[in-house]
């Protein structure tokens, strides 16, 4: 028994610090949430497997709203690599005031968005919702403590469920930042 133990313990040695944290659990839960999509349909994230995934919260009337245009250009040239996910919100200046059915129709018929949309709801305070409780808290998600200081913030979780990379409002969906990961 002592030599299966000394076994197991010289294999883990051999594992590198973030396959670490993903066999402890301390990276591992993002395949372990869902969601629902403003369509009323539950997305599980365990679908996700082996694909990148590019969190954004989005509001339609904000002045970078028109990154909703690039989102959708990064979605298809990367289709099959990347899935890109839209969590409309009405935290930062009550820009999206909207219905779940206005909102899907608005980004429909305004910017041709056909990535994936979720429901509107809270992404930052004590009521952000579980997506982004995983996205925030490093404990969960096994480094990231920033919240979304406004929005069309963006999170990039890898083909394995580790979260990678967070970008600021400001970095555009289609720059080098961005794409150099994927």
């Known amino acids: 028994m002592k030599a299966f133990k000394l076994l197991i313990f010289i294999l883990l040695l051999n594992i590198n610090p973030s396959e670490a944290q993903v066999k402890e659990g301390k990276s591992s839960g993002f395949y372990q949430l869902s969601f629902v999509a403003l369509d009323g349909a539950k997305v599980d994230f365990s679908d996700f497997k082996g694909k990148n995934v590019l969190i954004v919260n989005t ?3 904000c002045g970078y709203t028109s990154q909703y245009a690039d989102l959708q250009r990064l979605s298809e040239q990367y289709e099959g690599k990347l899935v890109v996910i839209g969590f409309p919100s009405n935290d930062f200046g009550k820009q ?3 219905t779940n059915g206005e909102i899907a129709l608005f980004c429909s018929e305004n910017y041709g968005v056909r990535f994936l949309m979720m429901e509107k ?3 930052k305070g004590k009521h952000k919702n579980a997506v982004y409780q995983w996205l925030t808290d490093k404990s969960k998600n096994g480094w990231n ?3 979304p200081k ?3 913030c963006k999170y990039l979780i890898d083909s394995k469920g580790n979260l990678l990379q967070f970008f ?3 970095v555009k969906p289609l720059s080098e930042e961005i794409t150099s990961f994927l």
């Open 59 to 61: 509001a339609s009337k």
């Open 96 to 98: 999206e005031p909207g």
């Open 121 to 123: 709801s809270s992404v």
């Open 145 to 147: 403590t920033k919240e």
């Open 150 to 152: 406004w929005n069309f």
């Open 168 to 170: 600021s409002s400001g």
